[in-house]
């Protein structure tokens, strides 16, 4: 089983940053592609990104590249979400994702096999 705390969400103004961590625990973290994902109210979960294993590539949505950036420690066993300019559109319940089936990440939320509980990002305007 592989177990994934995120932590970092919070309020923030437009404009404004935040950066979002994904603690993983019980089993090696470089063993798995990692991906981001949110859902914000009344909508559908949206791929935002992904990073494979050794974290030599990224991937992003249209709608937050240039903005966001992924990336990991493996040693730390941690994911992490640089979200900068921040936009009331992007006020979301956000989602680590762990994909072990696939060296790269995945768009596709069904090619994840764990996941972690969510933390909120509010973006006031």
Request: charged fraction near 20%; charge should be positive; include cysteine.
């Amino acid at each position: 089983q592989v177990q994934l705390v995120e932590s970092g969400g919070g309020l923030v103004q437009a404009g404004g940053s935040l950066r979002l961590s994904c603690a993983a625990s019980g089993r090696t973290f470089s063993s798995f592609a990692m991906g981001w994902f949110r859902q914000a109210p009344a909508k559908e979960r949206e791929f935002v990104a992904a990073i494979e294993r050794n974290g030599a590539q990224t991937y992003y949505s249209d709608s937050v590249s240039g903005r966001f950036t992924i990336s990991r420690d493996n040693a730390k066993s941690t994911l992490y979400l640089q979200m900068n300019n921040l936009k009331p559109e992007d006020t979301a319940v956000y989602y680590c994702a762990a994909n072990l089936r696939y060296y790269s990440g995945s768009r596709r939320g069904d090619a994840y096999d764990y996941w972690g509980q969510g933390t909120q990002v509010t973006v006031s305007s």
